[in-house]
């Protein structure tokens, strides 16, 4: 197995119940590039569900994101991984996380149109894995917590858009008149990277462009509260009640978005 490679099958517990999760790479482009997603879902699936683009952390498709993008489907969703760098970039570490996904911070139309390519690609497998395509939404983690916010900026015709521990910065404020559906972030109370001034211009571009937002604050939880691996004290570190509790306000806020 090379150094990149993602099981095919990968059992995790959901419930009381241990649960197999088919990991299936999807080729797509976007502007001639190359890029390869995972579709993932659970084995026990057979009645169409609601499918998610899952944006990944800087560190992109891995194994530890693709585990990430399991415990948000459990057994309630189909689940698309996104490739944001291209088939071939796969960050090793931080230093190189930075350059790729700095590329992507400075081009945000870039950004949406990679962003918008998943959604394409998550659409063009509702046969392959019982797909509602009338119940579409997107979720992002840290870096992919960016993404899903410029998804939503740039229009995308979903039910509803997700945020953890993200930055909520956008150098296009206007463009959220383009929302046409929910958008719920959860934040660490005590982030050192997404600042006041982020939470405070967010709350006022949401305001302006008369947005339905919600935005959830963790007490003592920092940057990176869901991520296991998280390991630097004071900026980001994994918090298991914190992160326990954004599952569950996720899980909700699509009950509702999905309702109709």
């Known amino acids: ?37 995972l579709l993932i879902y659970s084995q026990h699936i057979t009645e169409p569900r609601p499918g998610l683009v899952v944006l990944p952390n800087w560190l992109g498709i891995n194994e530890d994101s693709a585990r990430k993008a399991i415990r948000v489907a459990g057994n309630r969703y189909v689940v698309f991984l996104a490739d944001m ?8 570490n931080a230093d190189e996380a ?7 911070r400075s081009d945000r139309p870039e950004m949406r149109g990679r962003a ?47 945020s953890f521990h ?11 008149h383009n929302i046409k559906a929910p958008v719920l972030v959860l934040h660490g109370a005590e982030d050192p990277i997404v600042t006041k001034e982020q939470v405070d211009g967010f709350i006022a571009e949401m305001r302006l462009a008369r947005v339905d937002w919600q935005l959830f604050i963790y007490g003592g939880a920092v940057h990176s509260f869901t991520s ?19 599952f569950k306000a996720m899980n909700d806020f699509f009950d509702e978005a999905f309702a109709d």
């Open 166 to 176: 993200g930055s909520l910065d956008t150098p296009h404020p206007i463009d959220a």
């Open 1 to 37: 197995m090379s150094k990149h490679a993602i099981p095919s099958v990968i059992t995790e517990k959901v419930g009381d119940s241990a649960v197999q999760f088919v990991l299936k790479p999807v080729a797509y482009e976007f502007n001639g590039e190359a890029l390869e997603g």
């Open 85 to 92: 760098y291209g088939k071939d970039v796969r960050p090793e």
């Open 228 to 246: 296991l691996k998280a390991n630097v004290p004071g900026v980001g570190e994994y918090h298991p009640v914190a992160a326990a509790r954004a």
């Open 116 to 162: 918008l390519a998943a959604v394409s690609a998550l659409r063009a497998q509702a046969d392959a894995a019982a797909i509602d395509l009338n119940n579409l939404g997107a979720v992002g983690f840290c870096f992919g917590g960016s993404c899903a916010l410029e998804l939503a900026r740039a229009g995308a015709d979903l039910q509803g858009f997700v």
């Open 98 to 104: 930075q350059v790729v996904s700095s590329k992507l």
